[in-house]
């Protein structure tokens, strides 16, 4: 570095952003040095995500002052990011489902012969060159609705290359991706670095800041905690800085009894709604008091198999067995009574009615039975005390909230929300699909532990996760779901997280 | 602003009082580039109004009908149906109530209750009708009730065109019997000695007396604290409001999600179909061959969204709709500016109404600036 170089390709200096009474960010500061991989750490709702749209320029910060590569900046709209060399990939990708690959990265800056015709075989070129330079291959003529997840990132990540960018913002990039694809993605952003650029990370994943990070802001409820060197610092270090407590980073699983036999599911095959069998002659058995994980990248049949448990798909063929009663392809609400309860994957979707007030989505499934109705009216006093209990066992904030649509509350507390009102049901078997998705550190410890308790309690959890770290948290025992089938039934002790991987591929040992 | 001020952006009620504010504004506006004189039309729209015990009796006679169609959409739309064949719906009434108000002889009193439930069946299976086919072949609510008002229309044509029924070298079916009405005074004891006595002596009740005034506003009155009874208190209002606002959480948690969207368009069409056959009952008292459609269940949307889908707001915003119309006819015969102008004027409150969320946006936003 000569002296002629800033010192800071990005410094923001007393930064405050308030959404009406709110204030995210309170005299925030952030150095981050040009070359480096500069982890932005902080539990939901913490302000980093709104730390980075304001220097994306998606929101202006009420106070402060940016410098890139130390000159002031005013940086009003993501355009004025653009031209200042800074990009940022999306968690949620915003790119065009019916154009190639090519045609996503040009947009805005296509390619032309002249008198704007295009000239997109040039543009295919130029896209295959740069991927290869960083290790982000794509086939510049394929279509995003045909490419995985992965794909989608890489092309959001070139978009950004495209634009001659030299600082990336990246917002939790690793949420989406299988353990390979993660270390694929760890790869290209060393080579990145390597070539003089400078990349954010926004992430609540402690191993990768650890794995990938030089340096780690942490921000807590808008306030600035530290900027630590990251090797100087162990993970337990940057999980009680992030959440101000201790925070136990495994779950201690104490004594387990294993009993009877709960659910066996014998050569279950069903279709998804376009008719492509996804689930293929599947079977599995669970027992009283053990956690099973299905482990397995996203896609190989863990939704249709939870959906045809739960009754909101057709099995084709095949048995489920509750308790030995059949339970095959009967309605949810017959699922219900059948002991099990379930945690769906999207919480937003088939978890929660979002304007509903707390105190309603806690009873979603117990409106129609005492103490909460009584021939058809609703005894709301009994529904808002039980919601405040609930809120209070569950540490459901804010505290007083039984009165607050859904909606409003961060994604943990969401969660609790949901878990709060399956486990209240005190089902036989607890169905939990990706419970801790998208939750911070302090959310993630609160819901494991959850499980962990009711299964000591004797419940049979169900635990499908596309997270190696949690499946070992967890499980008694793992089952790994490849094309539809189970492939694997192995022992987490006897195992480890690379073998799983590579069975999740569709390897074999 | 202070922050009192800024506070009261807040409040739902200021909204309704900013979005009617703004509807007159906008009529004057209206008014004044097309060369009238917008604080006279107003002053003779209101006199129109409050002028008189009978201009107001009459203004809740009118509302009446509105009320109950608004009703029939705010339930619907309350459960994330969006009821359009209100419309229909209150054909269906109305011609149910003609046919057992004329055909079917029965005691005072017991009469209109035997036709309410029955309208309010026919109506009902009627508005399900949409219901059933949203189900089994998932066609939108919206399309398939605009054309079951058709259907309604030219039914209600051929029945009161079919012999015995029409009135012979009239457009009208045989009026329904006296048995059936439910206005508080009968047009012939208005013209009997002691009505006269009654409305010489009584210079107020003498003046409601010459209107259609009857039980239709407790009716009203009573469906509107029943639908929102409904949909806060019981756990069939619950499951109609899970199902509206997230389908797929509700299917999920148990509820027999087509089962809803069925009894939701059943009460709904019910409803708009009482609606229907008040006014028969108070004021048309039959059914005349339709040349175009009445417009009913289209006000009962407006009515509707004025009241931002809560029942018992209907019957505010449904008086309001049914005053702005009324004093509104004065506007043309006194000024000459066409009777329109209402029609702009409402718009423009169901616009506002539709604005009105950003109200607490706007007070965020000062409130913002004056911290800094």
Redesign the interface.
């Known amino acids: 570095m000569t002296d002629s170089t800033p010192r800071y390709a990005v410094e923001m200096n007393g930064i405050f952003k ?4 709110v204030k995210a960010l309170e005299d925030v500061d952030l150095k981050v040095r040009p070359g480096t991989i500069h982890a932005l750490l902080g539990e939901n709702g913490a302000g980093k995500s709104t730390l980075m749209k304001i220097l994306y320029g998606l929101y202006n910060a ?1 106070k402060g002052e940016i410098l890139i590569n130390g000159k002031s900046v005013q940086i009003r709209n993501p355009r004025a990011a653009i031209d200042l060399g800074i990009g940022m990939v999306h968690q949620h990708f915003m790119l065009v489902d019916n154009f190639t690959i090519a045609e996503n990265i040009v947009l805005g800056h296509e390619v032309t012969r002249g008198f704007g015709v295009l000239n997109q075989d040039l543009a295919n070129k130029n896209i295959a060159e740069l991927g290869h330079k960083y290790g982000l291959d794509v086939d510049p003529k394929a279509l995003i609705q045909d490419v995985s997840v992965a794909t989608q990132q890489r092309v959001e990540i070139l978009k950004a290359l495209y634009r001659g960018i030299d600082i990336l913002i990246l917002d939790e990039p690793t949420a989406v991706l299988t353990p390979q694809e993660i270390t694929s993605l760890i790869d290209t952003m060393h080579r990145l670095v390597e070539d003089g650029k400078t990349i954010i990370i926004i992430t609540h994943k402690l191993k990768e800041i650890k794995a990938v990070a030089e340096y780690c802001t942490v921000i807590r409820r808008g306030k600035l905690i530290d900027t630590v060197l990251v090797d100087e610092v162990s993970q337990s270090d940057l999980a009680n800085m992030m959440v101000g407590r201790e925070v136990k980073l495994t779950t201690d699983k104490g004594e387990r009894s294993i009993g009877d036999l709960v659910l066996s599911v014998s050569n279950l095959h069903v279709r998804d709604r376009r008719g492509v069998l996804k689930v293929h002659d599947l079977s599995l058995h669970l027992r009283e008091g053990e956690i099973l994980a299905i482990a397995g990248v996203d896609g190989n049949g863990q939704t249709e198999l939870i959906d045809a448990i ?1 009754g ?1 798909a057709q099995a084709e063929s095949g048995q489920i067995l509750m308790r030995g009663t059949d339970i095959t392809n009967k ?3 017959d699922v ?1 009574e059948a002991g099990i309860r ?1 945690i ?1 994957e999207d919480r937003q ?8 007030t707390v105190a ?1 989505d806690l009873v ?2 117990t ?2 039975q005492a103490p909460y ?1 009584r021939r ?3 005894k ?1 006093p009994v529904i808002h005390e039980h919601a405040a209990d609930q809120i209070k066992r569950f540490d459901i904030r804010p505290k007083e909230s039984a009165r607050q649509k859904v909606r409003d509350l961060s994604g943990g507390n969401q969660q609790k929300v949901i878990v709060a009102r399956e486990i209240h049901q005190n089902p036989s078997l607890l169905i939990a699909c990706q419970p801790t998705r998208g939750l911070d550190v302090g959310a993630i410890e609160f819901v494991r532990k959850a499980l962990v308790e009711q299964s000591t309690e004797g419940k049979a959890i169900l635990l499908v996760s596309l997270e190696l770290d949690e499946v070992f948290d967890l499980a008694d025992r793992i089952n790994v779901i490849y094309n539809g089938k189970i492939v694997a039934d192995l022992n987490p002790a006897e195992t480890n997280e690379q073998q799983v991987g590579l069975l999740m591929a569709g390897g074999e040992l | 602003m202070t922050s009192r001020w800024i506070n009261l952006l807040r409040k739902p009620l200021t909204a309704i009082i900013i979005s009617v504010l703004t509807g007159f504004i906008i009529g004057a506006v209206v008014l004044t580039a097309s060369g009238y004189d917008a604080l006279e039309a107003y002053r003779i729209m209101f006199s129109g109004i409050a002028g008189s015990p009978k201009y107001m009796a009459q203004v809740v006679v009118n509302a009446v009908p509105i009320i109950l169609t608004g009703l029939s959409v705010a339930f619907a739309f309350r459960t994330g149906l969006f009821n359009i064949g209100a419309e229909g719906q209150f054909v269906m009434g109305a011609l149910t109530g003609t046919m057992i108000g004329y055909y079917l002889p029965l005691p005072p009193i017991i009469h209109p209750i035997v036709i309410f439930a029955l309208a309010f069946l026919v109506g009902g299976l009627y508005g399900a009708l949409a219901g059933y086919l949203k189900n089994k072949f998932g066609i939108h609510e919206v399309i398939s009730t605009i054309m079951l008002n058709w259907i309604a229309f030219y039914f209600n044509n051929y029945i009161v065109n079919l012999p015995g029924v029409k009135v012979e070298s009239t457009l009208h079916a045989n009026p329904i019997l006296d048995s059936a009405k439910i206005n508080f005074f009968s047009t012939a004891w208005r013209r009997s000695d002691a009505g006269r006595e009654f409305i010489r002596e009584h210079e107020i009740l003498g003046e409601i007396v010459k209107t259609d005034l009857g039980a239709g506003i407790f009716v009203a009155i009573i469906f509107a604290f029943l639908l929102w009874f409904v949909l806060r208190h019981t756990t069939t209002g619950f499951e109609l409001r899970a199902v509206g606002l997230n389908r797929f959480a509700a299917e999920f948690s148990g509820v027999p999600v087509k089962k809803s969207i069925f009894l939701s368009m059943f009460i709904a069409g019910g409803v708009a179909a009482v609606g229907g056959a008040i006014l028969v009952l108070s004021t048309t008292n039959t059914v005349s061959v339709l040349s175009a459609q009445e417009g009913y269940g289209w006000d009962g949307i407006s009515v509707s969204l004025i009241a931002n889908g809560n029942p018992l707001a209907v019957l505010f915003s449904g008086l309001l709709f049914a005053a702005l119309r009324y004093g509104g006819m004065l506007i043309q015969s006194k000024t000459g500016a066409p009777t329109e102008i209402i029609n702009i004027m409402i718009g423009s409150i169901v616009l506002a109404v539709a604005v009105a969320p950003a109200l607490p946006r706007l007070a965020d936003y000062l409130s913002q600036r004056r911290a800094r």
């Open positions: 308030s959404f009406a009474k009420d739960t909101l309605q949810p609400r219900h379930t769906h979707k088939r978890g929660l009615v979002l304007d509903f309603e979603l499934e409106y129609d109705s058809g009216v609703l709301w």
